[in-house]
């Protein structure tokens, strides 16, 4: 899972098939709600706040 700015999509998402070699679900933070998550306060590969949520 990463959780991840508008720069560093691309990234996660290449990351993400290659580990699970499938293509990951792609969830905008702020249409997206989970009761016992709450996304961190910056992106998985820099310190911009995220935007996006990779699974």
């Known amino acids: 899972m990463y959780v991840v700015c508008?720069?560093?999509l691309e990234?996660?998402?290449d990351e993400f098939v290659d580990v699970y070699e499938t293509p990951p679900?792609?969830?905008e933070l702020g249409?997206?709600?989970l009761t016992?998550?709450?996304a961190p306060s910056h992106c998985?590969?820099?310190e911009r706040?995220?935007?996006y949520l990779v699974v």
């Open 31 to 33: 249409s997206v709600s």
């Open 11 to 13: 990234q996660a998402i």
């Open 49 to 51: 706040a995220p935007k």
């Open 44 to 46: 998985t590969f820099c």
């Open 6 to 8: 508008a720069d560093h």
């Open 25 to 27: 679900d792609l969830y």
């Open 36 to 38: 016992d998550w709450s």
